[in-house]
C-alpha cells in the first residue's frame, strides 16, 4: 500500500492529477503548470480526451491525458473537479491506495459515505476545499465545542439555479422572475440531492459544522442579483457569528470564480514553509 505523502518538497514533488477540465479544472491545471513549490502536474482526465490534449496542449511540461481508471498510479494527489456522479470512479483507486483526494463535488460525500470509510481502512484523506464560502475555519474550530445552530441563506442569479432537478420535480419556474423567490428551505442533505450542481458549499459547511441534517439551508433565485450570495449565521459556546460573501461568477454561472483559487491555496499549502489558518 501507498503511503499518503504528509508534504512535498522540490526533491520529491508531489505528483497531482486533475480529473476534470471544466472551468475549475483546467483553472488548477494552468497554476500547476505555471508553478507551485514542491507540485508537479501528472495527469489529467476529461471526458473529451482530444480536446483535452488541446486545451494542454501549451502548457510548458507535456501532461498525459488517460482515462480515469488510468490516473492513480501517475499521482499521489487528486482533484475532483468532474460531475459528481463520477466521485466513487475517482476517488476510489487513490483512497485504497493511501492516497489524498480533494473533492469539489462534496454533495456528492453525503449520497457515497463508503468514501469515508475507504481514507480511514486505508490511511488516506479527503479534502474539502473552502470553495466559495468563508469562514469554514471558524465553523471548524466552533464544533471542538458545542454548536447549537447553524444557518445558510443562499441567493443566486435565477440562470445559476434554472434547471436543478428539485425545481424541474416541483415544477418551479425562476427564469423570468420579477421578485426573489425563495425556491428551497431543508437541508444540506436534501439539496445535495436536489441542486447537486449548486450547493456543495452547504455540504461542506455542514460537514464542517453540526452536520447535514442538523443544518438549516435556504435557498432564493433573485432577478436582482449578479453574483452568488452565502450567509451564514452560528451559534456556539465558543462564539456567535454571520459571515457573508458575493461570489464573482466564473464563465461557469453554478460556479464562482473563487472555487478554483480556494483549490489552488490548498494545493500552494502542501508545501508551504508557513501556513496561515487550518
Partial sequence: MSARPALASRETPLRVAVAGLGTVGLAVAEALDHGIDGLVLSAASARDQDRA????????????????????????????????????????????????????????????????????????QIAVPTGALLGLDAVSAAAEGTITSVRMITRKPPGGLA?????????????????????????PRQAAIGFPANLNVAVALSLAGIGPDRTTLEI???????????????????????????????ENPRTGRITALSVIAYLRKLAAPLRVGT
Fill in 163 to 187: 434547471g436543478a432537478p428539485y425545481l424541474v420535480e416541483n415544477g418551479i419556474e425562476v427564469l423570468g422572475l420579477p421578485e426573489p423567490r425563495r425556491v428551497f428551505i431543508g437541508t
Fill in 53 to 124: 490534449r488541446a486545451r494542454l496542449g501549451g502548457f510548458a511540461r507535456p501532461v498525459p491525458v488517460v482515462a480515469l481508471e488510468e490516473l492513480e498510479p501517475l499521482a499521489d494527489i487528486v482533484v475532483e473537479s468532474a460531475p459528481a456522479r463520477l466521485l466513487p470512479e475517482i476517488a476510489e483507486p487513490f483512497l485504497r491506495a493511501g492516497k489524498s483526494v480533494v473533492v469539489l463535488s462534496a454533495g456528492a460525500l453525503l449520497t457515497h459515505e463508503h468514501l469515508i470509510g475507504l481514507a480511514r481502512q486505508h490511511g488516506g
Fill in 220 to 250: 432564493w433565485a433573485d432577478p436582482a442579483l449578479e453574483r452568488n450570495v452565502h450567509r451564514i449565521e452560528v451559534v456556539a459556546d465558543s462564539a456567535s457569528f454571520s459571515m457573508s460573501i458575493e461570489n464573482v461568477p466564473s
